[in-house]
């Protein structure tokens, strides 16, 4: 049996996959019905499907720059051939483009939950217009890179941790993870993403997206109260966001990744020198104070000292930035 149809009868291996899999639909349902619902899905979307031969593949040209991810300033990028650096920038724009296909496949598991746990008539009807609006982001960047395949999600450590959860977690913690810090973050880096791209096709579908995202994020500051949490919800919480604000300490892993990848590996002290001269530190002090603020502003003072207690809104060093990131890639120092 396929997996595509051991996911559509629900035979999950781990709860990962019923967030962010979407194997799980059309596979399983016979050519002449998936015809059928295809065509359904376009006409109440309005958005075409993607053609079921295409592929991240079918993209040729990179859709952000090295501006975009700073590698103008590195010397390691610049000592490249052009063909490399053409490789290596269209493999982090796919990395990019995929993570955020897997962000809005696992929206629309988001909401559904939401809309089922709501307590109010107003909380389910703006829950599943917010899932409908996910759909549509989904099929919106589907429609670039072709239909998603999680697969490679599962060596995505911050998508394990968004799957993880979206299933796991009790409602009132994740109005604040999802919709007040996860969204709220994501305004920001889906306007770099919509600003930078170099395609207009995707400027637009990201630009699109934001003005959703914008009321998502908005209707969870005004949903969360630090009252209702309870003492071990707060304690968990904290323990949520800590995991977060460890994965935000290692931000360009990615492109480092890449980046050893296609030179045939990296030293401790080019990861290093990387991380430097792209002025890392800049860019991690920027994200951890719009983090620090989206939790202020959404009322978490008491999640917010609790944060403060185990240092995870202090800068890092260098050395540490870089030192965690070789760990994650194997490179020993
Ligand atoms: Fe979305
Ligand atoms: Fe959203």
């Excluded at 300033?73 to 051939?81: E, G, K, R």
């Excluded at 490789?87 to 598991?109: N, P």
């Excluded at 919800?233 to 050893?260: C, K, N, W, Y």
Aim: proline share 4%; charged share 25%; glycine share 6%.
């Amino acid at each position: 049996m396929s997996k595509g149809k051991i996911l559509g009868h629900i035979s999950v291996r781990c709860p990962f996959e019923i967030a962010t899999s979407a194997t799980m639909t059309l596979n399983a349902l016979d050519d002449r019905k998936s015809q059928a619902l295809a065509r359904i899905l376009e006409k109440s979307s309005r958005i075409p499907n993607p053609r079921p031969d295409s592929s991240e593949n079918d993209l040729k040209e990179p859709i952000w720059n090295e501006v975009f991810f700073n590698l103008q300033l590195s010397s390691f990028f610049q000592a490249l051939s052009q063909e490399k650096k053409k490789a290596v920038l269209l493999r982090c724009s796919k990395g990019l483009l995929y993570e955020s296909q897997m962000i809005e496949l696992a929206g629309t598991t988001f909401a559904a939950k939401m809309a089922l746990l709501s307590e109010t008539l107003a909380e389910r009807e703006l829950y599943s217009l917010f899932a409908a609006d996910e759909a549509r982001h989904l099929r919106m960047i589907s429609s670039i890179r072709g239909a998603p395949n999680s697969d490679p999600a599962r060596e995505n450590p911050f998508l394990q941790y968004l799957g993880n959860l979206i299933l796991s977690e009790k409602k009132a913690p994740l109005v604040l993870l999802i919709q007040v810090v996860l969204e709220g973050w994501g305004i920001s880096h889906y306007t770099r993403l919509a600003e930078l791209s170099m395609n207009p096709s995707v400027s637009q579908v990201f630009q699109e997206i934001l003005k959703d995202e914008a009321k998502h994020h908005g209707s969870g500051l005004v949903l969360f109260s630090e009252e209702q949490i309870s003492e071990s919800d707060r304690e968990r919480l904290i323990e949520q966001l800590s995991h977060f604000l460890t994965m935000v300490r290692t931000g360009p892993f990615s492109v480092v990744q890449v980046l050893a990848s296609e030179t045939g590996g990296m030293s401790a002290e080019q990861v290093r020198l990387f991380l430097k001269e792209t002025e890392f530190q800049k860019k991690l002090e920027n994200d951890l104070e719009l983090l620090h603020h989206l939790l202020l502003k959404s009322g978490a003072g008491r999640i917010v000292s609790g944060l403060h207690r185990s240092k995870l809104f202090e800068l890092p060093s260098l050395d540490e930035c870089s030192a965690q990131i070789s760990a994650g890639l194997g490179i020993c120092a």
